[in-house]
């Protein structure tokens, strides 16, 4: 057994499952009221759309440092192979990462355009799952640079975080008419998808080292200093990263720190984030256990998102709540819908045990496997 095994943590880490179920849930009502709520009611000058919006902006960044936090801390947690294809964390990893960009590519697909021979654009935007899944591969990449080792992973991380937040400007001005258009997404925006992974992929790997750190001292996970050190610094970024980035570019004159002062947001939501995470450790450190259906919701953020893109957005037959809601409703009515929306992610987590356990559900996940076993 390593080192890292060895220094397993004493009792379950609970602010990774509160994190990953506020995320999950978080992102549940926010495409519901994004999708639903009429365009006169989008003010950004009111307080309270201004604040709803400032939460929703908060989503994606806790999603994707949770997923770099939580692998990282799973995968360093195992014991070292003597050959890295041979680490069964790592395998799991690449295996998911692949995975999930598979379910993100099949969760746009779309019957009658398939069977039309359609092929829309849309069906090659990149989304959360190929970025999680991206990211995924990206760490699997990074531990076996890594040699398995926690700082040689954590520093790996730490650097990339940096480079890939640093290239979101250039990124976005970078002409990409001679590449395949379904890898244009994996690089910026501009060609209609809403998430590109380069971008994103930073949080990931301020996730992982934040896992990797509390690999390797599982108690500051229960101390008060790892919450207090992630308030203060995500403070410090959030308030003076731009100040930073800006006297960097007056001390070098290099424009790209000047470009990453005007367009701070990757940073400014990454101190968000650590001040988010930091509550969360003090809200759970004490704590023996979460309730159930908090537990549930966190570790079935994949059922739940594939679930909800289904229903809101009607994939495969274009049957979402979206296409006949799609800005139509006033605040009050997009709240309780969203609300609505909310506990039915919690039901379906806290119900799919017994769902899973229906013979019914058994032969219908194992129709591949009977259908093809005459033609062994």
Same mark, same amino acid.
């Given at each position: 057994?390593?080192?890292?095994?060895?220094?397993?943590?004493?009792?379950?880490?609970?602010?990774?499952?509160?994190?990953?179920?506020?995320?999950?849930?978080?992102?549940?009502?926010?495409?519901?009221?994004?999708?639903?709520?009429?365009?006169?009611?989008?003010?950004?000058?009111?307080?309270?759309?201004?604040?709803?919006?400032?939460?929703?902006?908060?989503?994606?960044?806790?999603?994707?440092?949770? +997923?770099?936090?939580?692998?990282?801390?799973? =995968?360093? @947690?195992?014991?070292?192979?003597?050959?890295?294809?041979?680490?069964?964390?790592?395998?799991? @990893?690449?295996?998911?990462?692949?995975?999930? !960009?598979?379910?993100?590519? $099949?969760?746009?697909?779309?019957?009658?355009? =398939?069977?039309?021979?359609?092929?829309?654009?849309?069906?090659?935007?990149?989304?959360? *799952?190929?970025?999680?899944?991206?990211? &995924?591969?990206?760490?699997?990449?990074?531990?076996? *640079?890594?040699?398995?080792?926690?700082?040689?992973?954590?520093? =790996?991380?730490? !650097?990339?975080? !940096?480079?890939?937040?640093?290239?979101?400007?250039?990124?976005?001005?970078?002409? /990409?008419?001679?590449?395949?258009?379904? *890898?244009?997404?994996?690089?910026?925006?501009?060609?209609?998808?809403?998430?590109?992974?380069?971008?994103?992929? @930073?949080?990931?790997?301020?996730?992982?080292?934040?896992? +990797?750190?509390?690999? /390797?001292?599982?108690?500051? @996970?229960?101390?008060?200093?790892?919450?207090?050190?992630?308030?203060?610094?995500?403070?410090?970024?959030?308030?003076?990263?731009?100040?930073?980035?800006?006297?960097?570019?007056?001390?070098?004159?290099?424009?790209?720190?000047?470009?990453?002062?005007? $367009?701070?947001?990757?940073?400014?939501?990454?101190?968000?984030?650590?001040?988010?995470?930091?509550?969360?450790?003090?809200?759970?450190?004490? &704590?023996?256990?979460?309730?159930?259906? !908090?537990?549930?919701?966190?570790?079935?953020?994949?059922?739940?998102?594939?679930?909800?893109?289904?229903? *809101?957005?009607?994939?495969?037959?274009? &049957?979402?709540?979206?296409?006949?809601?799609?800005?139509? /409703?006033?605040?009050?009515?997009?709240?309780?819908?969203?609300?609505?929306?909310?506990?039915?992610?919690?039901?379906?987590?806290?119900?799919?045990?017994?769902?899973?356990?229906?013979?019914?559900?058994?032969?219908?996940?194992? &129709?591949?496997?009977?259908? $093809?076993?005459?033609?062994?």
């Amino acid at each position: 057994m390593n080192k890292f095994a060895k220094a397993a943590a004493p009792k379950r880490l609970l602010f990774i499952d509160a994190l990953r179920a506020f995320a999950i849930l978080m992102m549940l009502q926010g495409h519901f009221i994004s999708a639903t709520l009429a365009d006169e009611f989008h003010r950004p000058d009111h307080w309270l759309y201004a604040g709803w919006e400032f939460m929703r902006g908060l989503t994606a960044p806790v999603f994707f440092t949770s +997923t770099g936090l939580v692998f990282c801390y799973l =995968l360093l @947690g195992e014991t070292k192979a003597d050959q890295i294809f041979r680490h069964k964390r790592w395998r799991k @990893g690449i295996r998911r990462g692949l995975f999930l !960009i598979a379910l993100g590519y $099949s969760l746009r697909l779309n019957v009658l355009t =398939l069977i039309s021979l359609d092929f829309r654009p849309w069906m090659f935007y990149t989304d959360v *799952l190929h970025c999680i899944g991206l990211a &995924l591969l990206f760490v699997c990449g990074t531990f076996a *640079l890594g040699r398995q080792r926690a700082a040689g992973t954590a520093t =790996l991380l730490g !650097i990339s975080g !940096i480079i890939v937040f640093f290239s979101a400007p250039l990124l976005n001005n970078v002409d /990409l008419q001679g590449i395949a258009l379904p *890898l244009r997404h994996f690089v910026n925006q501009q060609h209609g998808a809403i998430f590109s992974p380069l971008p994103w992929l @930073g949080y990931t790997c301020f996730g992982g080292v934040l896992g +990797t750190l509390l690999r /390797l001292r599982p108690k500051l @996970g229960f101390s008060p200093i790892f919450p207090a050190a992630l308030l203060v610094f995500g403070w410090l970024i959030a308030t003076f990263s731009s100040g930073w980035w800006m006297d960097l570019h007056r001390l070098t004159e290099l424009e790209l720190f000047k470009s990453v002062a005007y $367009s701070n947001t990757f940073y400014m939501r990454l101190g968000h984030t650590l001040i988010l995470v930091g509550l969360f450790v003090l809200l759970t450190r004490r &704590l023996a256990r979460l309730p159930r259906w !908090i537990m549930k919701t966190g570790g079935e953020t994949l059922t739940i998102y594939a679930a909800h893109y289904v229903v *809101l957005y009607g994939a495969w037959f274009g &049957l979402g709540l979206n296409r006949y809601l799609i800005d139509e /409703l006033n605040p009050i009515l997009a709240t309780i819908g969203a609300l609505a929306f909310v506990v039915a992610g919690v039901v379906l987590a806290t119900q799919l045990d017994w769902i899973r356990n229906n013979k019914w559900y058994y032969r219908l996940t194992n &129709l591949p496997t009977r259908i $093809s076993a005459p033609l062994r």
